[in-house]
């Protein structure tokens, strides 16, 4: 027979794997996007909007995921 304590237990736990997931895909799409993005812009003659562009959407999918992941833990 499960508990309320269990089940509460079990459910902080999940929002917190959830979490940790969230802040794991912040720090994927910045490694991903924002550093590639910039060593792309010093290494190579690329066009400087499409690097500065996509520099933006790696700083902007960083934080909403981070975000989410604050979210969802301090819930």
Do not use: C, H, P, W
């Amino acid at each position: 027979m499960v508990t309320q304590k269990e089940t509460k237990e079990k459910e902080r736990s999940s929002r917190e794997n959830l979490g940790k997931f969230f802040y794991d895909l912040a720090k994927t799409s910045f490694a991903a996007m924002v550093t590639a993005d910039l060593v792309s812009f010093f290494l190579t003659d690329a066009d400087s909007t499409m690097l500065a562009l996509l520099l933006a959407l790696g700083v902007f999918f960083t934080s909403i995921f981070a975000y989410l992941g604050y979210f969802i833990i301090k819930k």
